[in-house]
């Protein structure tokens, strides 16, 4: 029945479109279309089919009920395939599908449009935010070999608290208290793991611990972080337009951040150029920041925050990276998402100072579901957090 409705859904909307309107409501429109054309189904199935109309007028169309479930994550759609869901950390299939490929582009069109946003061949790729917030990915052919690809990841407009991450088993209580007081004592934190680990849930959850009184910025590439300090300026990149221009860089933001008298520099995802810019920020004066990073370990994380700053392309020796890299970094949190989709802080490693510039030295780490404390803090950090 689900099917048939579909395909008379998708029909009768083709039929309608022909017809001139008359300057009424498009709902009230559509429901008088329905009634007219569809007057032998019942009065639930009339329903049905007015609200899938609807859907695909206006709306996402199949994916619009799977949008509706607080509970769903991630929406993952292929062309016609049925599309996939994120729940719980788990994937999950569902039987919502575009009936064609041209259906799927108009959904694609209906996000896009209202952003100034395009996908064509020559510009097969778009990244863009829904109005609630949530982050959309667009691939389309010739790069997408079965169809339009549509990604959609969803946005919580309540961020988890701390203490709804112990109760989880994201943190453990004793860790949650560890890292609540290196934020207080304005130590600079990195949050590293995967894609979908909980990087940003983590380090939404962390900023809790900030200063009430304190000015802080916040530069992300699509505006995820909901801090909840009263005096919070956020900023988000922007992409070039149609034709080519008026990008802003998450560079140029932090760049610009550092003229704003911030206390704290929150920076959503370090991945680029920026991070030179970032460590020069936090070696300088503006300790207490927090920024991610996809890395798997601690020690990749630093590495790779030697390697993005190198590609700012300033000249500087390795060496010098090296250095900045060890007096910016104070610790750096590894978050993990398990086979059961559970997200867990799986160590946590204090930056020390080698003779070839940082390392990571792990204090806490989270094995066989255990955790365990590895060693102590460093003299100096074990002082600054003791401090009142």
Known sequence: MSDALDGLAGALRERMLAEPGEGEEAADRIRAF???????????????????IAERSFGLG?????????????????????AWIERRGRLEPTEARFATEADLRHAIERILAPLGRRVDEAEPLCDARLPDGSRVNVVVPPLALDGPVLTIRR?????????????SGTLTAPLAELLARAVRRRCNLLVCGGTGSGKTTLLNALSSF????????????AAELRLRQPHVLRLEARPPNLEGRGEVTIRRLV??????RPDRIVVGEVRGPEALDMLTALSTGHDGSLCTLHAGTAAEALRRLET????????LPHAAIREQVADAIDL??????????SRRVVSVAEVVRVAGGAAAREIYTL???RPTWRAPLGEDLAARLARE
């Open 34 to 52: 329905v009634d007219r054309e569809a007057a032998v189904l019942d009065e639930a199935s009339r329903d049905a089919l007015a609200t899938r």
């Open 62 to 82: 199949p994916l619009e009920p799977l949008l509706a479930d607080p509970e769903v994550d991630e929406v993952l759609v292929c062309g016609t395939a049925p």
């Open 155 to 167: 946005f919580r407009r309540r961020g988890f608290t701390p203490e709804e991450l112990v109760a």
């Open 210 to 221: 900030i200063d009430p009184g304190e000015r802080v910025v916040t530069i992300e590439d």
């Open 255 to 260: 760049r610009n951040a550092l003229r704003m």
């Open 308 to 315: 993005l700053a190198l590609m700012a392309d300033v000249g």
């Open 332 to 341: 750096v949190a590894c978050q993990a998402r398990a086979a059961d989709g």
């Open 367 to 369: 094995r066989d579901g």
